[in-house]
């Protein structure tokens, strides 16, 4: 089993930065597909980034060259840099986990999840 808990979200003016940390429990994710989503008020969860390693990583167009995700597999924790902040970045960011290497941006094909954090980004 894995346990996920995220941390970093906060207030932010537009323009702004967070980073973001996933701290897996529980196994070892080095072998793991990691991945970020969020969800707005109203929406659907939304495919953000995922990373196999740090060398197989996809970021959604929406957030790319904004953001970045790396992890750390020595600490067992995944990060999400947020740079550039938009007001339509407000959401709850949700860390995700699949064993194995995967290329999806589907939320339904991963097994683990975090309780989210919430990123409010003011204009």
């Known amino acids: 089993q894995v346990q996920l808990v995220e941390s970093g979200g906060g207030l932010v003016q537009a323009g702004g930065s967070l980073r973001l940390s996933c701290a897996a429990s529980?196994?070892?994710?080095?072998?793991?597909?990691m991945a970020w989503f969020r969800q707005a008020p109203g929406k659907e969860r939304e495919f953000v980034a995922r990373?196999?390693?740090?060398?197989?990583?996809y970021v959604a167009d929406s957030v790319k060259g904004r953001f970045t995700i790396s992890r750390d597999n020595a600490k067992n924790t995944l990060y999400l840099q947020m740079n550039t902040l938009k007001p339509e970045d407000t959401a709850d960011y949700y860390c995700?986990?699949?064993?194995?290497?995967?290329?999806?941006?589907?939320?339904?094909?991963?097994?683990?999840w975090g309780q989210g954090t919430q990123v409010t980004v003011s204009s």
């Open positions: 529980g196994r070892t994710l080095s072998t793991y597909t």
């Open positions: 995700a986990a699949k064993a194995g290497l995967i290329y999806t941006r589907e939320s339904r094909e991963y097994d683990y």
């Open positions: 990373s196999f390693y740090n060398a197989l990583t």
